[in-house]
């Protein structure tokens, strides 16, 4: 189960940092929606949500306080775990590491996941006052689907652009 939330939190991160590459530092950007279209899809997002969830305004107004408060924090575990993952890598590149070095930053980055779970945990428990839990499973639901759903259409779009 862990696995899995790490895998759906994953998918968000992807999903809502895949713009921050400075221009041409990403190979394959050129597949990637520019900021426009990445803000109507997380408008699109967000209507689908209320519609789904059948949010009140005040309901509304809390729930996506809590899910960009949410979202800010998975951002910056992301960061971090970025971090760890280079340091590892230029140590490895230049072969400067140890084996105390090495598994020091590993277990940083099983940390950083943990953290990440934790995250996501408590964000689903801080709902649970807003959301009932019909609504709460929905929400689950609807976010791995979105989610599935966007990355299969970029997969597509991919393919297409390489023919």
Do not use: W
């Amino acid at each position: 189960m862990k696995r899995l939330c790490l895998i759906f939190i994953i998918a968000i991160y992807c999903a809502s940092n895949m713009y921050s590459q400075p221009e041409g530092g990403m190979p394959g950007k050129k597949f990637m929606p520019d900021g426009k279209a990445l803000r109507k899809i997380e408008q699109l997002e967000k209507s689908k949500l209320i519609e789904l969830l059948n949010l009140d305004e005040n309901t509304s107004i809390r729930f996506f306080a809590k899910r960009n408060e949410h979202f800010q924090k998975v951002r910056t575990l992301f960061d971090e775990r970025e971090k760890i993952i280079n340091e590892l890598k230029n140590s490895l590149d230049e072969n400067k590491g140890n084996d105390n070095f090495y598994k020091e930053q590993v277990n940083k980055l099983l940390e950083n996941e943990d953290k990440m779970v934790n995250e996501r945990e408590s964000y689903y428990k801080s709902l649970s006052s807003i959301l009932t839990p019909q609504q709460l499973a929905k929400l689950a639901v609807f976010e791995f689907m979105f989610r599935k759903e966007l990355a299969h259409t970029m997969m597509k779009r991919m393919r297409k652009e390489k023919e």
